[in-house]
C-alpha cells in the first residue's frame, strides 16, 4: 500500500496576517534608512542590485491585493505543500517584472507606503478561504499567506547579507511558518520515516526511505538552526559548505541531504 500523502499542518490565520504585516513593516523600515549608494550595491542574487531587490519585497506582498481584485476561481488547484515545487518556473517573469517596477519606482518608500496601506486594508475584511488566482494556481487566502512569511524572511536575510551592517529583525511567527513550510516540503520531496530533521524550536520533520525509527535516538539525524536552514532549502547555502563550517550536525548513513536540496530556487 502506497504511504498516505502528507497533509499540510494547520497554521493560525490571524497569527500569519499579523506576521506578514510585521515583517513587511520590518523591511520597510530598513529599506528607508538606506542611502544611494547603497541601493545601487550588488547582491547574491544573480545581477540584481539592493534596489531591485527591495522593490521584489513589494510585489511579493502585493500580490496579495492584486489577487483579490481578481475573479475569484471556482475551485482550488493548488496545495500548500506544492507551493514551492513551482517557483523555479516563474523566474524569468519575475525577475523582470521586478526590473521594470524598480525603474518605474525611484521613491521606495512611498511604493513600500502603498502597497502596506492596500494589503492592511484589504487583510481586515478577506477571509481566509477566499480562492485567489496566483501565478502558481489557485488555492486559499490562508494557505497564501503562509507563502509571504517565506519571500519575506527568505529576502529579508538576501538584504541583510547584501548591505554590510543591515540588520532587519525577523519577525517570530514569520520565521517560524517560513521555516516550518519548508520543512515540511522536504518530508513530501522525500517521503520516508527513516531520517529525523531538526529544526528548534520550529519544527521536526521525518523523511527519506529507509527502516522506519520507532523508539529512542533515531539513526539518522539531522540537525540545524532555522535561518541556516532556510538558506540550505533556498540554494543560499550548499549543503557542504554548512557541514564544513558547522552550521548543521549529520549523523547517519541516510543523513546526507544534499542530493535533495535545495527545494526552491
Not at 522593490?55 to 492584486?66: E, F, G, K, Q, Y
Not at 481578481?70 to 475551485?75: D, F, H, L, V
Not at 526590473?99 to 512611498?110: G, K, M, S, V
Request: hydrophobic residues 45%; aromatic residues 4%; contains cysteine.
Amino acid at each position: 500500500m502506497p504511504p498516505a500523502k502528507k497533509r499540510a499542518r494547520t497554521y493560525d490565520p490571524a497569527k500569519i496576517r499579523t506576521a506578514v504585516l510585521a515583517q513587511f513593516a520590518n523591511v520597510r523600515a530598513g529599506v528607508r534608512a538606506l542611502g544611494e549608494e547603497q541601493l545601487a550595491g550588488p547582491t547574491d542574487l544573480g545581477d540584481w542590485t539592493v534596489r531591485e531587490l527591495a522593490a521584489h519585497l513589494t510585489m511579493a506582498v502585493a500580490t496579495v491585493s492584486r489577487n483579490l481584485d481578481r475573479e475569484e476561481p471556482a475551485k482550488a488547484e493548488l496545495g500548500l505543500l506544492d507551493w514551492a515545487s513551482g517557483t523555479a518556473a516563474r523566474a524569468d517573469a519575475i525577475a523582470y517584472g521586478t526590473r521594470a517596477l524598480a525603474e518605474h519606482n525611484p521613491d521606495l518608500d512611498a511604493l513600500y507606503a502603498q502597497v502596506e496601506e492596500q494589503i492592511t486594508e484589504r487583510l481586515a475584511t478577506a477571509p481566509g478561504d477566499r480562492l485567489l488566482a496566483t501565478s502558481a494556481g489557485a488555492l486559499p487566502l490562508a494557505d497564501y499567506l503562509v507563502t509571504r512569511t517565506v519571500e519575506l524572511v527568505v529576502h529579508t536575510d538576501d538584504l541583510n547579507r547584501a548591505v554590510p551592517g543591515l540588520d532587519i529583525p525577523l519577525d517570530r511567527q514569520a520565521l517560524a511558518a517560513c521555516t516550518r513550510l519548508l520543512a515540511d516540503t522536504l518530508a513530501v520531496r522525500a517521503p520516508g520515516a527513516s531520517t529525523e530533521v531538526r529544526i528548534p524550536p520550529y519544527a521536526v520533520v521525518q523523511c527519506v526511505e529507509g527502516p522506519r525509527h520507532t523508539r529512542g535516538t533515531p539513526p539518522n539525524v539531522v540537525e540545524t538552526d532555522p535561518l541556516t536552514w532556510i538558506r540550505l532549502a533556498t540554494g543560499r547555502l550548499a549543503w557542504k559548505t554548512a557541514l564544513d563550517e558547522a552550521k548543521v550536525s549529520a549523523s547517519g548513513e541516510r543523513a546526507d541531504l544534499g542530493g535533495l536540496l535545495p527545494l526552491m530556487g
